[in-house]
Structures are given as C-alpha cells and as structure tokens.
C-alpha cells in the first residue's frame, strides 16, 4: 500500500528547501507518493460583500482570483520540476492549489485528513509574511493540532541522514521507528542514533519529592533499563528486517536529571544530526505530549523536526 506525503508549499526558497529534503531522505523508500499543496490567500469578505452589490467590484475580485490561481499554479509546477530533477517520478507527484477556506493551518489539516495522508511535511518559514512566522506560528498550530498524522518541520536547506530518534521504550515509540522505517527505508547513508533520556523522579513530581524517596526513584530507573533492553531489541530487529546495517545505528543514553525536552534539544544542539524525530506522546503519556512537541517547533531551530502522533 502506498505511502502518501502532504508537502505544504509556498512560493519562497524555504518552500523549495522543503521539497529537496523530501525528496532526498525518502529516496529509497518505496510505494511513496507526494502532493505539493499550496493554499492561495483569502478574499477579505469585506470585499465579497461589496462584490455582491458593486458589478465593478465583482469583476475586479474575480481577476484577482484569477491572477493568484495563475501565480499558485505557476508555484507549484516549478516546485514539482524540482522535486522530479531531486529524483522523483513524476508520476508520482500530485499538484494541487486551492483558495484559502478557513485558515493557513486549518486548510493543510483538513486536506492531510480528508486525504489519508502520512505525513506533513512545512517549511519552519514562509507561507506567512515573516512577521507572522517568527516563531513557527503555522508550523506550531499544525504540530499541535495533527493529532493522527505525523508532521514534518523543514528546518533549512543542509541535508544530511544523519537522524536522532528521541525514544522511552513504549509502544508509541516502535511506531516511531516504523514510521522512520516507511519514510525512509533502507538509505545506505542512513545513521539513525536512538536516543534515551534517563526518568528520574522529578519528571514527574519534585525534586524533594525524589530527595525524600530514594527507594522509588531505583525502582523508577531499574524499571526503564529493563524496558529500554526489550526495547532496543524490538527495534533493531525492525531496522534489520528494513535492510538498514547494525553499524547505522547507535544508542545513547542521557543520565543528565534536566527534563525531557531539555535533554533532546541538548543532544541535537551537540550531536549534529539534521533530522530530530519525537513521538507526541510516551510512556503512560507522561514523556513526549503534545505540550514538549511544540517547545521543540519554537526552540528547534537549525535541525528539521519530525513530531510523530
């Protein structure tokens, strides 16, 4: 069964950006297809109104319309050149514009949804004027409210395949290294480390709560080593069985006590990954929410981010 990705474009170099990274991390995976989905700009419905009543007016709304489908089409066929001359079929690829219904964020939802698509995949700037983008404004409102389909955040134009998987050894976990797995597939440049930051009390309490109950806080850790080990076997059998090699794949743990997400957004500060992936949520929901995924959109700036529901 094919694998369909939702590329929202824009006519600007981050738009292009997105769909060079795309193309080249997914290249050798198979049964994917791709829709490069532009969204035009509302018609204020101040002028709707007045369209209504004013002959003159009505023709001039419905020249601009004209016009903007003219400049979305012409945006996204040169996207679509490009994507094709990264190595993807053309048939293969799906064009598609349309005016602008509710929102910038509501509009790429509800064709992500209505689609069945796989994956999200937005530039971190661009479909905004940049003060309105300052901090990810549509990639944080997709991010937060894609609660079955995983999203993509492009950060910029450096692709490499090196990726770090944030990983707590639930469930939600293996479906992350699935949908890895999917997207990416066996790439012989793939270095994929899953990362793992020690739970320690405090996670979930306090400080002096972990200070007071020592006990509770070995039971905690010796728990999570015995769930990571099940784990880590879980997953490298997925990835051998994906044809990826055990020399691409690393393991590392962090024993640091900050929190989660100051423990991820440290080790792809360092670790010089360009691909950060993160399940939206974890183990008895309590590691990778919907709350953490979206501090990630603001201060995940130089490395794309993967949020996978």
């Known amino acids: 069964m094919k694998k369909r990705i939702l590329v929202a474009v824009g006519d600007c170099i981050y738009s292009e950006h997105a769909v060079k990274y795309v193309a080249r991390i997914s290249s050798a995976a198979k049964d994917l297809t791709y829709t490069l989905f532009n969204v035009q700009p509302m018609v204020p419905r101040i002028f709707s109104a007045a369209a209504e009543k004013d002959s003159t007016v009505k023709a001039e709304i419905d020249k601009l319309i004209r016009e903007n489908t003219k400049t979305a089409r012409c945006t996204v066929e040169r996207l679509k050149d490009i994507i094709v001359r990264e190595g993807i079929a053309e048939e293969y690829v799906e064009v598609v514009t349309e005016t602008m219904q509710v929102g910038m964020s ?5 064709r992500a949804e209505q689609g069945g698509y796989d994956a999200i995949v937005i530039a971190r700037r661009g479909l905004t004027p940049s003060r309105d983008f300052f901090i990810g404004t549509i990639a944080a409102k997709v991010v937060e409210h894609a609660l079955r389909t995983p999203v993509w955040v492009v950060a910029g134009e450096d692709i490499s395949m090196n990726f770090m998987v944030a990983v707590d050894g639930s469930e939600n976990s293996l479906r992350v290294v699935d949908h890895v797995i999917q997207m ?3 790439h012989p440049d793939l270095r994929l480390t899953l990362f793992h930051v020690l739970p320690y009390l405090r996670h979930y309490y306090s400080p002096r709560f972990e200070t007071e109950n020592p006990k509770l806080h070995e039971i905690l850790q010796r728990e999570d080593k015995t769930r990571m080990e099940d784990f880590y076997g879980k997953a490298r059998e997925r990835l051998k069985a994906a044809g990826l090699k055990m020399s691409q794949i690393k393991i590392k743990t962090s024993r640091q006590s900050h929190d989660i997400s100051t423990g991820i957004l ?5 670790g010089r990954y360009d691909t950060v992936v993160v399940g939206r949520r974890g183990e008895r929901e309590a590691f990778f929410t919907g709350r953490i995924a979206i501090r990630l959109v603001q201060k995940i700036t130089d490395q794309t981010l993967w949020v996978v529901p």
């Open 106 to 110: 509501k509009d790429i939802l509800n």
């Open 184 to 186: 990416v597939g066996a």
């Open 266 to 270: 440290g080790e792809a500060r360092t």
